[in-house]
């Protein structure tokens, strides 16, 4: 059964930092690797998909990375604003679950002014 | 293009009623699913469907069905609510099943 853990659960950090936020799976044979993010109240909303043939995503400030076969990847937000306040969730689809994905907890992220 | 729409965003029910969770998307996907999210439990998918007529279980099914008539919808029945049921239900949709997810909204569901 995939298991998805991101780490750490919250992070506080002061406006302008650069952070990175850590996903791990334990099951190495997905499709994809995607990032979400979901503000207070709010659905999913999709930040970045890394196929399993890629290494990495860049969408802006954001940067997905993979490794497929240490079981991790990182999203890298550069410049933190305000508004990047949210959860943020990676999710994998495939493995041994063919066409389902599984979710990571999340980690909640403030970005103080 | 209004993506993934679910109804309703709010219902309260009585233990032992039913009532039919409705999701729809315009975006012509095969892949439609349904996921609860629960406090430190994260999204946990239910049930989901590679198309028309194809169906199946995610990770936590029972006490729910669902059937898919249409490529554009993929109803969510709860049978005989329960309490345990009270959650957040999200519908996500994708081309096939290994793209980019669009989620709905949610609707927040209390079962008394």
């Known amino acids: 059964k995939q298991e998805v853990t991101q780490i750490p659960a919250a992070l506080s950090v002061p406006e302008g930092e650069n952070l990175v936020l850590n996903c791990s799976f334990t099951?190495?044979?997905?499709?994809?690797l995607q990032w979400f993010r979901q503000d207070p109240g709010k659905g999913l909303t999709s930040l970045l998909l890394?196929?399993?043939?890629?290494r990495e995503q860049t969408s802006g400030r954001l940067n997905a990375s993979l490794d497929k076969s240490s079981g991790r990847s990182t999203l890298y937000i550069a410049a933190s604003q305000p508004g990047d306040s949210a959860t943020y969730l990676c999710?994998?689809?495939?493995?041994?679950?063919?066409?389902?994905?599984?979710f990571g907890d999340g980690t909640t992220l403030t970005v103080k002014p | 293009n209004a993506g993934v729409t679910q109804t309703p965003k709010f219902q309260v029910l009585k233990t032992g009623q039913s009532m039919t969770l409705q999701c729809a998307q315009d975006?012509?996907?095969?892949?439609m699913s349904w996921y609860r999210q629960d406090p430190g439990m994260g999204l946990r998918l239910i049930h989901y469907?590679?198309?028309?007529?194809?169906?199946d279980q995610g990770e936590v099914p029972n006490g729910y069905n669902v059937s898919r008539s249409t490529t554009e919808d993929f109803p969510l029945r709860l049978l005989s609510a329960a309490p345990s049921q009270t959650s957040v239900y999200f519908c996500?949709?994708?081309?096939?099943?290994?793209?980019?997810?669009?989620f709905g909204s949610g609707t927040q569901l209390s079962v008394l």
């Open positions: 999710a994998v689809q495939g493995g041994t679950n063919a066409g389902k994905s599984t």
């Open positions: 890394i196929q399993s043939s890629q």
């Open positions: 975006m012509n996907h095969e892949y």
């Open positions: 996500a949709s994708s081309l096939t099943g290994a793209e980019k997810l669009f």
């Open positions: 099951d190495s044979a997905i499709y994809n």
């Open positions: 469907s590679v198309g028309a007529g194809i169906t």
